[in-house]
């Protein structure tokens, strides 16, 4: 059984009840005398599951089943961060990415092999004043945003428009935790091990028009475009991969939805910002309080000693997974859907402790 509260930015902490679920599953897949782990693609048991799947995580971002597909990849985000060019990019109308994270730049360089890209700055300490993107010159492929940044804790909360092209939106680290219509994209992928599970898939979602784009030199396995007319996969899929997110989804369903994980979301990172607001000798942090993300809360302490004595204290208390990414340090305390709002209020309580214990 769980023994610790665990905050990690991704693999994230799963839900019980799906765990349970997933259990029974690789006992025995539902009554078929088998195992998940020996189900193949072609049985009409995963057949279903895929389209609970698929049908499921539509109905909880409201998109039609008649208009959009979601794709599983086996294969994280950083996969998609090459697809999206392979598929959507095009001669002589260079891709926009805008700049808001660690991702967004692994996102742009990986797109810079196939093809020409804009970076269009962001400031993520200062409140944005509109839609980020401008109006470009010539004709654009695609416009790339980051919804939330894992690593520094931004998140793009403004509308965000796109005439002309598409909007594709990397969205691992917030899908399933915010309603849409505050970003619209025409196009959204995530890694699955935040809020869909367990690393080893990834999602495309979006409409088939959008999808359907892709050259047709485009290889078969990465061709959205061909990929949005099969029902059945050629290749075998992750399937147990696909088996957590279809239990996500359907605990996600059972939860209340979407709107439910929003709810939860601002006060789970409510109660965390405001003890950093109350204590803002001690936390200290950079992202404008209007962008400040809702999954993952990143701040600095004093000094890498402070840092590593408080991540220390917590892990004491069954707090773990809060040291910041590699790429920044700092700490780092991500609130996904497997959090409770318990767990969040325990960590928030710490802080408080312990700050207060510092002065
Ligand atoms: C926003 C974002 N994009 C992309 C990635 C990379 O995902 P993966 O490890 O699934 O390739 C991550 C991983 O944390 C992420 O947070």
């Given at each position: 059984?769980?023994t610790?509260?665990?905050?990690?930015?991704?693999p994230?902490?799963?839900?019980l009840?799906?765990?349970?679920?997933?259990?029974?599953?690789?006992?025995?897949?539902?009554?078929?005398?088998?195992?998940?782990?020996?189900?193949?693609?072609?049985?009409?048991?995963?057949?279903?599951?895929?389209?609970?799947?698929?049908?499921?995580?539509l109905?909880l971002?409201?998109?039609?089943?008649?208009?959009?597909r979601?794709?599983?990849?086996?294969?994280?985000?950083?996969?998609?961060?090459?697809?999206?060019?392979?598929?959507?990019l095009?001669?002589?109308?260079?891709?926009?990415?805008?700049?808001?994270?660690?991702?967004?730049?692994?996102?742009?360089?990986?797109?810079?092999?196939?093809?020409?890209?804009?970076?269009?700055?962001?400031?993520?300490?200062?409140?944005q004043?509109?839609?980020?993107?401008?109006?470009?010159?010539?004709?654009?492929?695609?416009?790339?945003?980051?919804?939330?940044?894992t690593v520094?804790?931004?998140?793009?909360?403004?509308?965000?428009?796109?005439?002309?092209?598409?909007l594709?939106?990397?969205?691992s680290?917030d899908?399933?935790?915010r309603r849409?219509?505050?970003?619209?994209?025409?196009?959204?992928?995530?890694?699955?091990?935040?809020?869909?599970?367990?690393?080893?898939?990834?999602?495309v979602?979006?409409h088939?028009?959008?999808?359907?784009?892709?050259?047709?030199?485009?290889?078969?396995?990465?061709?959205?475009?061909?990929?949005?007319?099969?029902?059945?996969?050629?290749?075998?899929?992750?399937?147990?991969?696909?088996?957590?997110?279809?239990?996500?989804?359907?605990w996600?369903?059972?939860e209340?939805?979407?709107?439910?994980?929003?709810?939860?979301?601002?006060?789970?990172?409510?109660?965390?910002?405001?003890?950093i607001?109350?204590?803002?000798?001690?936390?200290?942090t950079?992202v404008?309080?209007?962008?400040r993300?809702r999954?993952?809360?990143?701040?600095?302490m004093?000094?890498?000693?402070?840092?590593?004595?408080?991540?220390?204290?917590?892990?004491r208390?069954?707090?773990?997974?809060?040291?910041?990414?590699?790429?920044?340090?700092?700490?780092?305390?991500?609130?996904?859907?497997?959090?409770?709002?318990?767990?969040?209020?325990?960590?928030?309580?710490f802080?408080?402790?312990?700050?207060?214990?510092l002065?």
């Amino acid at each position: 059984m769980r023994t610790h509260h665990f905050f990690g930015a991704g693999p994230s902490q799963v839900p019980l009840p799906v765990i349970e679920r997933i259990r029974e599953h690789l006992l025995e897949y539902e009554s078929s005398g088998r195992s998940i782990l020996e189900i193949g693609h072609r049985n009409p048991l995963f057949l279903k599951m895929l389209e609970q799947a698929e049908s499921g995580i539509l109905d909880l971002l409201e998109l039609s089943r008649d208009t959009h597909r979601a794709l599983f990849f086996a294969g994280g985000a950083r996969q998609q961060f090459q697809l999206i060019p392979i598929n959507f990019l095009c001669a002589g109308a260079p891709a926009e990415y805008l700049m808001t994270d660690y991702w967004s730049e692994q996102a742009a360089s990986a797109a810079e092999a196939f093809g020409a890209i804009r970076r269009i700055t962001c400031d993520i300490t200062r409140e944005q004043p509109g839609s980020p993107f401008a109006d470009s010159a010539g004709p654009v492929s695609y416009r790339h945003i980051t919804s939330n940044g894992t690593v520094n804790g931004y998140q793009l909360i403004l509308p965000v428009v796109s005439p002309g092209c598409p909007l594709i939106a990397d969205m691992s680290s917030d899908l399933l935790t915010r309603r849409l219509p505050d970003i619209r994209p025409d196009v959204m992928y995530a890694g699955a091990q935040k809020n869909l599970g367990c690393a080893g898939l990834s999602v495309v979602i979006g409409h088939q028009d959008a999808l359907g784009h892709a050259a047709s030199r485009v290889p078969f396995h990465w061709n959205y475009a061909i990929l949005c007319d099969r029902r059945v996969p050629d290749a075998t899929p992750p399937v147990l991969s696909i088996a957590v997110a279809a239990e996500m989804i359907r605990w996600t369903r059972e939860e209340g939805g979407v709107g439910e994980m929003e709810r939860r979301s601002r006060l789970k990172a409510q109660g965390v910002y405001s003890v950093i607001d109350a204590h803002a000798d001690v936390y200290r942090t950079t992202v404008a309080i209007q962008n400040r993300s809702r999954q993952n809360v990143v701040w600095h302490m004093r000094d890498a000693a402070t840092e590593a004595s408080f991540i220390e204290a917590a892990v004491r208390e069954g707090l773990t997974g809060i040291r910041g990414h590699a790429s920044a340090g700092g700490v780092r305390v991500s609130l996904y859907n497997g959090v409770s709002m318990a767990e969040a209020d325990d960590i928030a309580r710490f802080m408080d402790m312990y700050a207060s214990h510092l002065r």
